[in-house]
């Protein structure tokens, strides 16, 4: 095919190869399900984080007053109860809805916000019907991948940042044990 091609000196038919509307639909129906999937994970391991990080401060609070009797009323114990408790709210902020801008929702595209109802207080199901019948529901939906790759990148920031204070928690516990272990040294 390729040497009927240079034959002929035409170029190939580039359109034969564009997705149909209904594949384009379905791409951007798999696009929507794949980021909701990505939203839900981020959600459900924030929450797994959580419990995890708070059942793991009893063997370190145990340790940390065993070597050092008075660590509960020092500093450095009052800045690590600080930083798991920042730690704790980072994770739940992950698991915390995100609030989308209206300018924000589509990237700048004109969508009629069917997919995602912003307001669904000033929508009755008799405007909502209506509004369906005009609607092109590939850039609907497109509007709609945007919207969720937009709540997917404030998810993921919010669980990084919530990693890397778990991170500082876990340095900072380790300097307690290092001081814990001249506390017992002088004590």
Avoid at 103 to 120: E, I, K, R, T
Wanted: glycine share 4%.
């Amino acid at each position: 095919m390729a040497q009927e091609i240079q034959n002929s000196g035409e170029p190939p038919d580039m359109c034969s190869d564009a997705p149909t509307k209904q594949e384009r639909l379905d791409f951007l129906k798999q696009a929507i399900a794949f980021t909701e999937w990505t939203i839900r994970s981020f959600d459900t391991k924030a929450q797994i984080s959580i419990a995890a990080f708070v059942l793991s401060i009893n063997p370190l609070w145990s340790i940390l007053s065993s070597a050092c009797p008075h660590a509960a009323s020092s500093i450095p114990v009052a800045v690590l109860l600080v930083l798991l408790l920042t730690s704790v709210l980072l994770f739940g902020y992950v698991i915390w809805p995100v609030k989308l801008a209206r300018p924000q929702l589509a990237g700048g595209w004109q969508n009629s916000g069917l997919f995602y109802v912003a307001d669904p207080e000033h929508l009755t199901a008799s405007m909502y019907s209506d509004q369906l019948n005009g609607l092109a529901i590939e850039a609907e939906l497109a509007a709609e991948t945007l919207k969720l790759a937009y709540i997917r990148d404030i998810k993921s920031r919010r669980f990084k940042n919530a990693l890397l204070s778990v991170v500082i928690f876990y340095a900072w516990v380790l300097a307690c044990f290092l001081l814990a272990r001249t506390c017992s040294a002088a004590g």
